[in-house]
Every structure is written in structure tokens, then in C-alpha cells.
């Protein structure tokens, strides 16, 4: 990604922007509510295509996000909610305003990020690293600063052996990359709040 963005100028698509915002967005809430910086950077693994976007001493973290009226939680694949050697897993769901402008873009939430980290230097490389791996770098993060998105409400769900999922434990082994939605309004019972999260942590 990061050589086809240098010589060809290609960008994230829009859904990639908003689903890297969402992961950005939980970032800095980690980093704000953990005193461990290196280690929220080190958890972030969404870059190296891992099945859960976070990792935390085995709890995991899967990301999602939708700026629709009706929003579904879209699931990729098979993998994606499978708890097996798991402690705990969760989903954290974004729902995203996003018009032309930049009041509040993805390029501003990077910039944050990294003024947060100025001071660890090491920490701030291995974050910059990880936006090369996805194709942003300082020669064509300037290009990310002409959307302007926000969270109009963020739930998060504890993953039990009850919340509505497909598995490879519940599908025939002949069938394979598997991708669905999950209505957010029938998982109510799964809500949690943010802070038992980070208590988890």
C-alpha cells in the first residue's frame, strides 16, 4: 500500500479513511486512559492485517464503524469474532458524521496523536510505521484533511458465546470467507460500558 500510494498518489477509499478513523479514535482513548503509551501502540495491530484490530494481554478488539441512518455491524470474515485463545473480545461501534471540510479530519486525529507522543520518540516511530504500512506517510497525509468526521455515538459489546455470530465452530469446514452484518439494535443485551473495558485492561 505504501509503494502504490508513492508512485501512483493512490488514497484510502472513503471507508477505508472512516474505518481507520474508528481505530484511531479507540486509540487515543487508550492512550488517554492508559498510562502506558508503548504499550497502546505495540496493541494496535489492525496494520498487520491480524484478525482483531487491538490486542491487549489477550484481550482483543475489533473495531467497526458505519455512517448510515440504519448502521449494521459489518463483519469480514470468519474470524473476526472467533474467541479461541482468546480471554476477552469485544466490539467497539462508531457511528460517523462525515461532510466536506476540515474541522476534524483523519490527518487531525493523526496529528494528535503524534503531538501526544513527541515526547517518547521511539513510540511516536513505531506509530508513524504503522500509518506508512497503510499507505499514509508525510508525502500524502495532507490529502486526508478535506473530510470532516465525527462520532454521533459509540456502543461497545462484550463478545460472549451468545452474541450473534458466525465462527468456524458453526459453519461446515467446506465453507470459507464468510462476511455479514449484525443488527446493533438486537445486541443490547451485550452493551457495555467504555470504563469496564479499560478496567479489563
Known amino acids: 500500500k505504501k509503494l502504490f500510494s508513492k508512485f501512483t498518489g493512490g488514497l484510502l477509499t472513503p471507508q477505508q479513511q472512516r474505518g481507520l478513523f474508528g481505530e484511531l479514535y479507540f486509540l487515543k482513548l487508550m492512550l488517554d486512559n492508559l498510562n502506558n503509551d508503548e504499550k497502546v501502540i505495540r496493541a494496535w495491530q489492525a496494520p498487520t492485517g491480524a484478525n482483531q484490530d487491538f490486542y491487549f494481554d489477550g484481550n482483543a478488539i475489533e473495531i467497526k464503524t458505519s455512517k448510515s441512518n440504519s448502521p449494521s455491524i459489518k463483519i469480514s470474515n470468519e474470524f473476526q469474532l472467533d474467541t479461541t485463545g482468546l480471554k476477552n473480545l469485544y466490539v467497539a461501534f462508531y457511528k460517523l458524521n462525515e461532510y466536506p471540510g476540515n474541522e476534524y479530519t483523519l490527518f487531525s486525529i493523526i496529528s494528535e496523536i503524534r503531538t501526544q507522543l513527541e515526547p517518547k520518540q521511539e513510540v511516536l516511530i513505531a506509530f508513524n510505521l504503522k500509518l506508512e504500512s497503510l499507505g499514509i506517510s508525510t508525502d500524502n497525509e495532507a490529502e486526508y484533511n478535506t473530510m470532516t468526521l465525527s462520532v454521533r455515538d459509540e456502543k461497545y459489546y462484550f463478545v460472549t458465546p451468545e452474541f450473534p455470530k458466525i465462527t468456524t465452530e458453526t ?14 439494535n438486537q445486541c443490547t443485551a451485550f452493551e457495555i460500558p ?3 473495558i479499560i478496567i479489563e485492561l
Not at 171 to 184: G, H, L, R, T
Open 194 to 196: 467504555f470504563n469496564s
Open 171 to 184: 459453519i461446515d469446514n467446506a465453507i470459507s470467507k464468510v462476511s455479514y452484518e449484525i443488527a446493533p
